[in-house]
């Protein structure tokens, strides 16, 4: 039996034993007699829709055998919420509390991705620009335009985020201005990081993410993710990025700001003049890294670049409104969703694993750019934050599994796509919450692994 919750169809557990006995009992009473049922036959799988919210087809007539009960009840899971959907049939295979919102640690990234695909496009790029000041000769302005990958590597050398726009481009620019303009000295730099409002860090976040450098403060102007080490994912961040980014540009700029004045400020209104521009790579670059690595800088920076585009004041207080309003026309149902962040590292995030599971459909049918997250997606045992997970006992699906990571204190997730033993193409998501260890992502892998074993057999027993 199965019952219609938003789309999908879900099945209710009946105890067989107990339907058979009414049924023989029946039958008696009759006088009538039967013989056992054949085997059902496959029917053909009909063609995925890209709606998010499907259109019911009949019941499957396949006898779902096969059972993850061993894996499913594994205590490293401490508290599972759980789905399996199979997304060209549209019914939920395995539910485990899919309804029910709950933390989302770093699998967050997929709505944030979603919504900056819809809101700016996948060739979006971030322009950073310095200007000359008319009203006061020598100085210039750095303004920060939301950029994160904009980097203090020199020419030939790559930081964190590949092909970023340098400081030092910019320098050259400069450089050439003043040469063209008679500025023997530049006086003052004034950093302009004015475009996100209110605070940098959001206050549900723990501080150790920012010295074990998971996690930068969130401002319009930084260089290399605020990263001590430009090209070192994890190297810690500071609480003064847009000094640091001043301090760079200084530096790169050479002779002619030797002696210059670095202070925070905002771009005059006196018409100033653009003497220097550079630009970032495409929004699908940002995105791709973002969920091979799990950057939560990236995905932060994303959210704001989504709020402005809606409308919105890019601070944390918009971030809920601008994901929701940028993903209004999938058809994805965000009712229930709570969204303080970006990256998912808040613990006061809310998202419902069947939410998830219908934006993966999304994915899976290559909705509008969706294409992009399906790429930037890590593989299980290949690449990404997967590169070095499914070995072992799971290794047999190595290669079939693109799924996002997440962790956070309290709780390991992992959502994505199965390409199942079977053939069958399978929608997931994992959340494992409340005491978890470092054994629990194992845990994941395995509960992972048998739904790919299982395929369209999977029982939700």
């Known amino acids: 039996m199965t019952e219609e919750k938003g789309g999908f169809r879900f099945y209710k557990q009946v105890g067989i034993g107990a339907l058979s006995g009414l049924l023989v009992l029946a039958l008696i009473i009759l006088g009538m ?14 063609a995925p829709s890209s709606s998010a919210t499907p259109t019911p087809t009949p019941t499957s007539t396949l006898a779902r055998t096969c059972k993850v009960g061993e894996a499913a009840t594994d205590p490293l899971l401490a508290s599972l919420q ?30 944030t991705a979603g919504a900056a695909l819809m809101a700016l496009g996948p060739n979006y790029r971030v322009s950073t620009k310095v ?29 964190v985020y590949k092909d970023a726009p340098k400081l030092s481009d910019l320098a050259v620019q400069v450089n050439a201005w003043a040469t063209a303009n008679n500025v ?16 940098s ?8 993410e920012q010295s074990k450098g998971y996690m930068s403060e ?36 050479g002779a002619v700001a030797r002696t210059a004045t670095l202070a925070e400020g905002k771009l005059p209104a006196n018409s100033p003049t653009t003497i220097a521009t550079v630009q970032s790579q495409p929004i699908s670059t940002w995105i791709k890294h973002m969920l091979q690595t ?3 800088t990236e995905a932060e920076y994303l959210a704001r670049l989504v709020a402005i585009k809606e409308g919105l004041n890019p601070a944390f207080g918009s971030i809920d409104l601008a994901i929701k309003k940028a993903l209004l026309s999938t058809g994805l149902d965000t009712t229930g969703v709570v969204l303080k962040d970006g ?60 799924a996002k990571t997440g962790w956070i204190k309290h709780g390991y997730t992992l959502a994505g796509i199965i390409n199942a033993k079977d053939g069958t193409p399978l929608l997931f998501v994992i959340y494992a919450l409340g005491t978890v260890t470092g054994e629990t992502n194992s845990a994941i892998d395995t509960l992972a692994t048998a739904f790919y074993r299982c395929g369209n057999k999977l029982s939700n027993q």
Request: no cysteine; hydrophobic share 35%.
């Open 201 to 208: 860090w959001e206050p549900s976040w723990e501080r150790s």
């Open 294 to 296: 799990s950057d939560n």
């Open 82 to 111: 759980a789905v399996v959907v199979n997304p060209a049939t549209d019914e939920v295979l395995f539910d485990r509390g899919s309804t029910t919102p709950a933390a989302t640690a770093s699998t967050m990234k997929l709505l």
């Open 184 to 199: 023997s000295t530049i006086t003052n730099i004034v950093l302009d990081s004015s475009l996100f409002v209110g605070p």
């Open 343 to 402: 990256s998912g590292l808040s613990d006061n995030n809310r998202v419902a694993p069947i939410v998830l599971a219908k934006f993966l459909k999304l994915v899976l049918n290559s909705y509008a750019d969706f294409d992009v997250i399906k790429q930037g997606l890590p593989v299980a045992n290949e690449s990404g934050s997967l590169a070095a997970r499914f070995n072992g006992k799971n290794l047999d699906a190595s290669g079939h599994i693109l």
């Open 131 to 159: 200007y000359a000041d008319p009203a006061n000769p020598g100085t210039i302005i750095l303004v920060g335009s939301g950029d994160p990958t904009l980097s203090r590597t020199k020419a030939g050398q790559q930081s």
């Open 33 to 46: 007699s039967f013989t056992a049922a054949s085997s059902p036959k496959a029917t053909e799988t009909p």
């Open 218 to 253: 969130v401002t319009a102007l930084e260089i290399d993710g605020d990263r001590s080490s430009p090209s070192s994912k994890d190297s810690p961040r500071s609480t003064t990025p847009v000094m640091n980014a001043g301090k760079a540009f200084k530096t790169a700029l």
